[in-house]
Every structure is written in structure tokens, then in C-alpha cells.
């Protein structure tokens, strides 16, 4: 009887996960049909002419450009290179970013009279439209890659910080006391109590913050540089080559995915003790 | 390894050493957001002998967690006297133990890293602490469950954790803040009796508090009755139920209900007085 049960029960969870499967499949199809509908119209409507294919480009020869700058080369040489250009500077403004504003984050967060002193200058500096930055910084540092670096670090900077910031205030206060009751120090309530709660905010905002040192590399490149993604696009709008400033947006695009899945994937090593999504999964 | 000597466990009141905790006329006031001083604890004198087990019982609101807080050193108190072993309590204490009320158990830790965070924060090794941890997760039942994250557990085994996390630095103080307000009656039943047992084979000196008057009895040597806040004492009752005790059955002897009856009829004007100004406060 027991074991008829049971029988019940396997067929009843095979069953439910059978459910699960075709619904990802299902899922995984309209995907795909959703950008074929959508590329298709764009491709059609470009080729009868009901929108202009000198200011709306058309899919093909996105894809044809792309695959030219792949195999010929860019106007502004090799395509790995520029992307390799582009990518070393929003990494480093990033990692710079990353480090500085969980460092202030934390010690704004944990020094009360620091956070009182600095509090309104760094409100007042996030309040500026940092983009306009770009221009200063290739005044001051050149149109090598040191600006753009720059422009990308101000970017991170502000968003990692106010979160490393306010993670650490949303630390609960008896965590904190009981951590002291067991006899952590102040250095050790700091990086093993405040610091593990706040990498959840920490690493939310790592997501936002990878496109925005993107932003930062290609919109100094765009300001002034010789090189990298963001001059492709300048030069292209420059000849009103559309389909070469979409191409750069495409490249661009799936950089941007990329980072986000090594970000997710990074995410899901530090924060194991998080309930995973296994768990929520409804069989 | 400990003994179980709980039979003839000595609770030696005034046998000439100071006492293990001892309050005189403390008080704590707080500065509301608003800019006005509420006292929380007013003129409060209490002392706890060493390895006796004394429960604060009194309405919600009423000062015994800030009572807690100031034994325990996380905050000052604004007047009178606070001694820990005789000393002026300056600073948290190294040799105390602290079950707090709300859930506190660190989300990124298993168990092992929980219950063995204490030993490592006072700088033992790795791997020393973790064989400590290991007993002491064995001594609360959780074997088996060392690297299970806290919301992997029930209520009942979160709070076996955090107590094997207390207990491990061998506290001489230890306070517990309605450790067990939180669990369904049957596994709190359970807890009361492993706690008590835990506590036979050390020599600490608790404070219990609670708002729940039969847990108080079950547990204590003595009850210490609060008023509705500013909290002050009471009264302070002996209770005199023969030790080893089994908090399940104890309820049930006329002793206790006798002594039930006598301190309730104290606690209950305080309950109604803190329950009517919740009350017209909304
Ligand atoms: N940090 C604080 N600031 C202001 N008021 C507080 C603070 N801590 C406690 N109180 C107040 O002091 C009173 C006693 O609190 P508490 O000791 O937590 O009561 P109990 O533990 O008996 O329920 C409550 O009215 C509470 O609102
Ligand atoms: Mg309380």
C-alpha cells in the first residue's frame, strides 16, 4: 500500500516537472518569435520603403556590417580591438569604482561624524550631470584611456557607494549587539558582520553599475578619442552611416548581457546562504 | 566533560561572595525623536547570586530588555549602579552570554559558523573552534544540521542554535530575552527542559526574562515581578520547587500553583494597567 502511495506521489512530482519543462520551452519559443516578428517588420517595412532605410537602417546590413568590421576590419582598425579598448576602460573604471565606493560606503556607513562632515558634498557631487564630466576629463587627462576611465569610475562610483551605504545602515542593530556579545572587535563587526549583510545592496547595484561604466567608456570615446567603440559610432554618425551606429549598439548590447551573466553567476557564489530560486520553483 | 549535577546543584544566596550581577536603584531614559526624555527603567534594584536562575516578568513595554542592555554593557545607564562580579559594568562583558528576542542569527552563516563565531571572534583556531562548535551543536540536538543556513531551520531549531552559540564561550552571565516567546507551546516545553539541563552542567548565573508567569516559575530559583513602565520592581518571589525539575509536569504541583496564584495576583494589576494604556493610546 505504502509503496503504491509512493508510486502515486513520483508520478505526481514527474508529472509536475514535465509541467515545468514544456513551460520553459514554451517560454524559450515566443522569445524567439518575439524577435523575429520584430526584426522581420523592421527588415520588410525597411525594404518597401515605408520607413526610410537611410535613417532606420535595416537588419540585413546591421548584420552585414557586423560581420565586415568582424572579418575586414573597423575604419578605426581591428574590431577585437576596439572592443578590447572599450572594455579595458569600463573594467577598470569600474573596479576602481567597485573598490572606492564600497570602501566609502562602509566608512560613511559606520562613521557617524565622517557621514555627517562628507554627507551634503556628496549629495551636492551626485547631483551634477555626470556626463558632462566626459568633456573635463579629456581637458585634463587627454583623449587616451585615462578619461574615459575616469568618467566610468564617477559613474560607478556614486551608484555602489549610496548602496554600500545604505546597506550598511539597514544592518540590523541587534545582529551588530550580538556580534559584539560574542567578542568581534570593531574591525571584525565591520568586515565580517556589517560587510556580509551589506553585499546584498552591494551586489544589486553591480548590475546597474556595469552599464554604466560602459556608458561612461563609450560616451568619452564619443567626446574625443581615436579609438574604441564609442568612436565607431561617432564616425558612423559622422558619415550618416546608421546601420554602423546600430551595429556598435548591437556589439555594445551583448557585451552589456555578457557582464550581466557573469555578474548573476558571481552573485549566485558570494550569497549561497540566500534561500535559492530552487526553492520558490512551484512544482 | 561536564557533569550533570543538577540535584545537588549549590545556589548558595548570601554565601559571602558578591553577587554575580547587582542593580541599585538603575534607571534609563531615552530622548524621544520629538525631543522629550522617556524613562524606560526607573530606580530598579536587583541582585542576582552566582549560578542562580532569575526571571524578570513584567507587561510588554515595561524595561526588561533595557534592563539586559544595561547589565550586559551595550548601554549606559543614566543613573544609579550597575556591577557585574562585583565590578562597575563599563563595557560589554567578557564572559557573558546573550540570548536576544528578536531573531539575530547571522543569514550567511550555517550552523558551524554560527555556533563556533564566538570562539573565533576571541581569536581561537579554526579548526579548535569548530570541534568546540561540533559538541555543543551535538549537546542541542542539531547534529547533522552543521551546514544548514538559518533559513533552512525551524524557530525551534534557530533558537537551539543561537543558545549553543551563547553557550559556547562559557558565559558566566548569561541573559536570555523571551528566547522562547516566539515557538509553538510543545517545542517550547521541549526548550525549557534542555535549557535547564544545559544550565545544570555550567555554573551561570541567568537572567530569564519573560512575560510569560508559568515559564518564569518553571525555570527560576526567583521571580523578579516589574511594574507596568517606567519599570521598577515589584516584588521578588522565592521559588521553592525542588531541583532537577521537569517544566512539563511541574505545572501540575500544588506548590507552583500556589505560588502562580500569589504572584499573579501582583503581576495581574500591571498587565491591566500597561493593557488599558495601550489601549486609549491606540
Ligand atoms: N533605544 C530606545 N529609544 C527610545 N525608547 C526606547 C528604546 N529602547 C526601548 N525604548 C522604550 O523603552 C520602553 C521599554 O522597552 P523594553 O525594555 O524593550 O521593554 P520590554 O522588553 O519590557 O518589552 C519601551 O516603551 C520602549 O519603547
Ligand atoms: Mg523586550
Not at chain 1, 568586515?191 to 553599475?209: D, E, F, K, R, Y
Not at chain 2, 521598577?232 to 512539563?248: A, E
Amino acid at each position: 500500500m505504502a509503496s503504491l502511495a509512493h508510486a502515486a506521489l513520483d508520478e505526481g512530482v514527474a508529472a509536475a516537472r514535465i509541467k515545468v519543462r514544456r513551460h520553459k520551452q514554451l517560454v524559450m519559443v515566443l522569445r524567439i518569435a518575439f524577435a523575429v516578428v520584430m526584426l522581420g517588420s523592421w527588415e520588410i517595412l525597411s525594404r518597401t520603403k515605408t520607413i526610410d532605410p537611410f535613417f532606420f537602417g535595416r537588419p540585413s546590413e546591421i548584420g552585414h556590417k557586423i560581420w565586415v568590421w568582424a572579418t575586414v576590419g573597423t575604419p578605426d582598425g581591428p574590431l577585437w580591438e576596439q572592443v578590447r579598448i572599450t572594455m579595458e576602460e569600463a573594467l577598470l573604471g569600474f573596479g576602481i569604482g567597485v573598490g572606492a565606493g564600497i570602501v566609502f560606503g562602509l566608512a560613511l556607513g559606520r562613521i557617524r561624524l565622517l557621514a555627517e562632515v562628507l554627507g551634503p558634498y556628496i549629495k551636492a557631487a551626485n547631483s551634477i550631470p555626470r556626463v558632462v564630466l566626459g568633456s573635463i576629463f579629456i581637458i585634463w587627462l587627454g583623449l587616451g584611456l585615462p578619461s574615459k576611465v575616469a568618467l566610468a569610475f564617477v559613474l560607478v562610483f556614486f551608484v555602489v557607494f549610496f548602496n554600500a551605504f545604505q546597506g550598511v545602515r539597514e544592518v540590523n542593530e541587534d545582529v551588530i549587539a550580538n556580534a559584539r556579545i560574542l567578542g568581534a572587535n570593531r574591525r571584525q563587526v565591520t568586515t565580517q558582520v556589517v560587510l556580509p549583510s551589506a553585499l546584498t545592496w552591494i551586489i544589486a547595484s553591480l548590475h546597474t553599475s556595469f552599464g554604466f561604466a560602459l556608458v561612461g567608456a563609450v560616451v568619452g570615446e564619443f567626446i574625443g578619442s581615436i579609438h574604441g567603440l564609442g568612436h565607431l559610432i561617432a564616425f558612423a554618425q559622422g558619415t550618416f552611416d546608421t546601420n554602423g551606429v546600430f551595429a556598435a549598439m548591437f556589439i555594445l548590447a551583448v557585451i552589456a548581457l555578457g557582464a550581466e551573466f557573469l555578474i548573476t553567476a558571481l552573485e549566485n557564489r558570494l550569497i549561497t546562504w540566500r534561500p535559492s530560486r530552487r526553492d520558490e520553483v512551484a512544482l | 566533560m561536564e557533569t550533570a549535577i543538577s540535584s545537588e546543584r549549590v545556589t548558595a544566596p548570601g554565601s559571602g561572595a558578591t553577587p554575580a550581577i547587582e542593580l541599585v536603584g538603575a534607571a534609563k531614559r531615552f530622548r524621544t525623536p520629538s525631543g522629550d526624555v522617556y524613562t524606560a527603567l526607573h530606580d530598579f534594584s536587583l541582585s542576582v547570586h552566582r549560578g542562580e536562575f532569575v526571571s524578570i516578568v513584567g507587561p510588554t513595554g515595561c524595561g526588561k530588555s533595557t534592563t539586559l542592555s544595561l547589565i550586559s554593557g551595550l548601554a549606559p545607564a543614566s543613573a544609579g549602579e550597575v556591577r557585574v562580579m562585583g565590578e562597575p559594568v563599563t563595557a560589554i562583558g567578557k564572559q557573558l552570554g546573550y540570548v536576544f528576542q528578536g531573531d539575530v542569527l547571522f543569514p550567511w552563516k550555517s550552523v558551524m559558523g554560527t555556533v563556533s563565531a564566538g570562539l573565533r571572534f576571541r581569536g581561537v583556531a579554526k579548526r579548535e573552534a569548530q570541534e568546540r562548535a561540533r559538541e555543543w551543536i551535538a549537546k542541542v540536538g542539531l547534529s547533522g544540521f552543521e551546514d544548514h543556513y538559518p533559513h533552512q531551520l525551524s524557530g525551534g531549531m534557530r533558537k537551539r542554535t543561537a543558545l549553543a552559540q551563547s553557550l559556547i564561550t562559557s558565559p558566566e552571565i548569561l541573559l536570555m530575552d523571551e528566547p522562547f516567546s516566539a515557538l509553538d507551546v510543545q517545542t517550547r516545553t521541549l526548550m525549557e527542559d534542555e535549557l535547564l539541563e544545559l544550565w545544570s552542567s555550567t555554573s551561570a548565573s541567568v537572567v530569564f526574562v519573560t512575560h510569560d508567569l508559568e515559564e518564569a516559575i518553571a525555570l527560576s530559583d526567583r521571580v523578579c515581578v516589574m511594574t507596568a513602565g517606567p519599570g521598577t520592581v515589584k516584588g521578588i518571589y522565592d521559588i521553592d520547587l525542588p531541583r532537577p525539575r521537569h517544566v512539563s509536569e511541574i505545572r501540575f504541583d500544588t506548590r507552583f500553583v500556589e505560588l502562580y496564584r500569589d504572584i499573579w495576583e501582583n503581576l495581574r494589576d500591571e498587565v491591566l494597567l500597561s493593557y488599558e494604556r495601550a489601549k486609549s493610546n491606540g
